[in-house]
């Protein structure tokens, strides 16, 4: 980025997707005006209304520092601290896991099944930033829902997220390790979870944007199946007969996941639901009306 040239939106954007893409960053015309418009504290549509604009030095010198960022291994989102997700803006952080366009896909669905339902009460379990119970009651305008999270940190993005969407009057925000955070009594008419699924012995070999998230968001012990194996084991006491659970999983994972949640006995209707890139993402059932 030559000092001497007189840096335009339109310039700044071209160089910038060049010189991503010969970083191989996956989607480098949209991370430059991300960051752009970060730094102009503009929507993205502003830079293409104002393609001629000059930035001034002192916006440019940040905007360099984001670049640098980006190609250091940092995402997008961990640099400007927001994702888009299912339609609505998420504040992120170093504590939170970083929302996935592969978990949308799967929440979709749910939702349509779900969203003329009023009035159910849903379980998230290891909520991050809240993404998905967050996603569910924006979309499920009469639920209620709990929120856990061991991470209190996390408990904090999950929070502010609610109250930006005005959606914390119909939520309940609980720290506490996954199942174990329920009360004994406790009886939902759905569980959703993203739960840490990566085997621990991978989490090294994680691309570097990966790395920098909260590895407690990501290891799911051994083989990192952990958390279906109490799903399997627990999950279905805490819902309702015909009650839901629907949870996302690594790749080459279904066949197990799918295996524990049939021999728990306690589960029908299986539907193994795909990501944008057609792998095999998630896992839906009802509880038994009867067990
Ligand atoms: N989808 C994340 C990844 O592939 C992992 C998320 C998780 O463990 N739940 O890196």
Redesign the pocket.
């Known amino acids: 980025m030559a000092a001497n040239t007189i840096w335009t939106i339109k310039k700044l954007i071209n160089w910038t997707t060049q010189f991503f893409k010969k970083h191989g960053i996956e989607s480098p015309r949209l991370d430059a005006e991300l960051l752009l418009s970060h730094v102009l504290h503009k929507s993205r549509i502003y830079l293409y209304t104002d393609f001629d604009l000059i930035v001034n030095p002192s916006e440019l010198a940040q905007y360099r520092e984001y670049i640098k960022k980006r190609i250091s291994g940092f995402s997008t989102a961990a640099i400007i601290g927001e994702k888009e997700f299912m339609g609505v803006t998420l504040k992120v952080n170093e504590h939170v ?1 970083i929302p ?1 366009p ?2 949308e896909t799967w929440l979709e669905k749910v939702i349509q099944y779900h969203r003329n339902e009023p009035g159910l009460t849903v379980a998230d379990l ?1 909520t991050g930033s809240g993404a998905i119970l967050l996603s569910f009651l924006y979309f499920c305008r009469e639920d209620r829902g709990v929120g856990i999270d061991i991470s209190e940190k996390a408990l904090e993005v999950a929070r502010e997220n609610s109250k930006n969407l005005k959606l914390d009057d119909r939520i309940e925000w609980r720290q506490g390790d996954f199942l174990s955070a329920l009360g004994k009594d406790e009886l939902f008419d759905g569980i959703l979870t ?5 085997p621990s012995s991978d989490i090294k070999d ?2 570097s944007e ?1 790395l920098h ?1 909260p590895h407690l ?4 012990g051994f083989d ?1 199946l952990d958390f279906y194996r109490r799903l399997a084991k627990d999950s279905a006491s805490f819902l309702k007969p015909g009650g839901f659970l629907a949870a ?4 080459h994972q279904a066949e197990t996941v799918l295996e524990l949640l049939k021999s728990s006995g306690h589960f029908v209707s299986f539907e193994v639901i795909k990501d944008y890139g057609g792998i095999d993402r998630a896992l839906y059932c009802r509880k038994k009306l009867e067990s």
């Open positions: 896991l996935r592969d978990t290891g993203n739960p840490p699924y990566i994680l691309d990966v998230e968001a990501l290891d799911g990192g996302e999983f690594g790749i």
